[in-house]
C-alpha cells in the first residue's frame, strides 16, 4: 500500500529524491500506478539472504543478461510485501521465506531500457520500485521458472561483483546487504 512509500525513512540523497517522485506519481496517477501503466509503474523487489547472511538467492534474469535480484510487478495487487513474496515464490520455487523487517528495506526509481518479452516491444519506462529482504533455506529446493530466467542460484556475498553485470544495480545490492548485514 501507498503508506509503505509515506512512511519509509529515506537514507540518503538519492532514497530523498526517489520517495518525492514517486508520492508526486502517486498524487498524479494514484491506482493507475499499481497496473502497468506506460510511462511509469510500481514494482516490488526481493533480496534473499541465507541463515548466515553470507549468501544472497539471485536469478538470472533474461531481459538483463545478469543475476539479479527477483522481482515484478503490482499487476493490480497493493501490497507490496505480498507481490515481493510471490514473486520469490514464482522465480526461484522457494516456499518458506520470511521478511527480515516488515517495512521495506529500500525504494528506488528504475529506468527500463525498451526490451521485446513474448516477442513484443516494451517501451522504455521506469519501475517505481520498493524493496524487501526476506530469509530462505538454503536446503529449500529451487526451481528455474524459465519464462522469465536462465537460472536460480546461492551466490556468496563476496562474490556477488563476479555475477552482476549491471554496475548501477550491483551499487543497490551492495546498499541493501550493507543495511541488512550490519
Known amino acids: 500500500m501507498i503508506k509503505e512509500i509515506y512512511n519509509y525513512k529515506p537514507k540518503n540523497k538519492d532514497e530523498i ?3 518525492t517522485y514517486m508520492l508526486e506519481l502517486y498524487e498524479t496517477h494514484k491506482e493507475k500506478l499499481y497496473s502497468r501503466f506506460k510511462f511509469f509503474h510500481f514494482t516490488a ?16 534474469h533474461k531481459i538483463y543478461d545478469s543475476w539479479a535480484w527477483m522481482g515484478g510487478h503490482m499487476d493490480g495487487m497493493q501490497d507490496f510485501l ?6 520469490v515464490k514464482e522465480e526461484s520455487g522457494l516456499k518458506d521465506i520470511k521478511p527480515v523487517f516488515k ?3 529500500s525504494i528506488e526509481v528504475l529506468s527500463v531500457a525498451e ?3 513474448n516477442g513484443e516491444v516494451v517501451s522504455p519506462h521506469q519501475h517505481l520500485n520498493v524493496t ?3 530469509i530462505g ?3 529449500d529446493e529451487l526451481r528455474v521458472n524459465y519464462d522469465e530466467t536462465k537460472g536460480v542460484k546461492w551466490i556468496k556475498i563476496s562474490e556477488l561483483e563476479n555475477y552482476v553485470d549491471e554496475e548501477r544495480m ?5 546498499k541493501i546487504i550493507e543495511r541488512v548485514v550490519k
Open 17 to 19: 529524491n526517489d520517495k
Open 45 to 60: 523487489s526481493a533480496v534473499v539472504f541465507n541463515a548466515n547472511y553470507d549468501k544472497v538467492l539471485f536469478v538470472y
Open 82 to 87: 505480498e507481490v515481493a513474496k510471490k514473486e
Open 103 to 105: 517495512h521495506p528495506v
Open 115 to 117: 526490451h521485446y518479452k
Open 132 to 134: 524487501y529482504a526476506f
Open 137 to 139: 533455506n538454503e536446503e
Open 170 to 174: 550491483l551499487k543497490i545490492y551492495n
